[in-house]
């Protein structure tokens, strides 16, 4: 999954007409789920992966769906059961959510919440984002949660 491919840069104005969201939305759809994670973070871009959240909820609802964000990047360990409960409400009325969350050399509540999730996808920034961070990240919320990888190299 690379949606800066091609331009150079991702674009978070969302449009199912757009390829690059296409391409991101039927890799979503890939596997059956209610909650996804989105997990990534960025020094430079900080609120780049919450406005992939944001713009995906976007989409579905130009699609006729409901999708739900949850921001839990600085979430504690006091917040682990409301996000276990919120998750659940929002599934029991039939709807979806996305959580966001960081890498979890940045928060190590991301494990947890991450495996509390249906899949997951990983937000790698070119340049910024290390392996090490990255495999970590997978190993520990559970390899077979990810969908993919979203390349992002903002503007």
Same mark, same amino acid.
């Given at each position: ?21 296409? #391409? ?44 739900? !964000?949850?921001?839990? #990047? ?18 029991? #009325?039939?709807?979806?959510?996305? !959580?966001?969350?960081?890498? !979890? @050399?940045?928060?190590? *509540? ?6 509390? !999730? ?10 910024? *984002? @290390? ?5 970590? *990240? ?18």
């Amino acid at each position: 999954m690379h949606p800066g491919a091609g331009s150079g840069a991702f674009s978070l104005a969302s449009t199912s007409q757009d390829p690059t969201w296409q #391409r991101l939305w039927l890799r979503c759809q890939q596997h059956d789920w209610m909650s996804l994670a989105l997990v990534g973070s960025s020094k430079a871009y900080p609120n780049v992966v919450i406005e992939l959240a944001w713009g995906l909820a976007r989409l579905a609802h130009e699609l006729g769906q409901e999708i739900q !964000v949850i921001d839990a #990047r600085n979430f504690g360990l006091r917040e682990i059961k409301q996000v276990e409960d919120e998750i659940k409400r929002i599934s029991a #009325r039939g709807k979806r959510c996305i !959580v966001v969350l960081r890498l !979890v @050399s940045e928060n190590a *509540t991301s494990v947890p919440l991450g495996q509390l !999730v249906d899949a997951a996808l990983l937000g790698v920034f070119i340049g910024e *984002t @290390s392996t090490v961070a990255a495999s970590r *990240t997978i190993d520990e919320i559970g390899r077979q949660k990810f969908l993919g990888t979203v390349i992002l190299t903002p503007k």
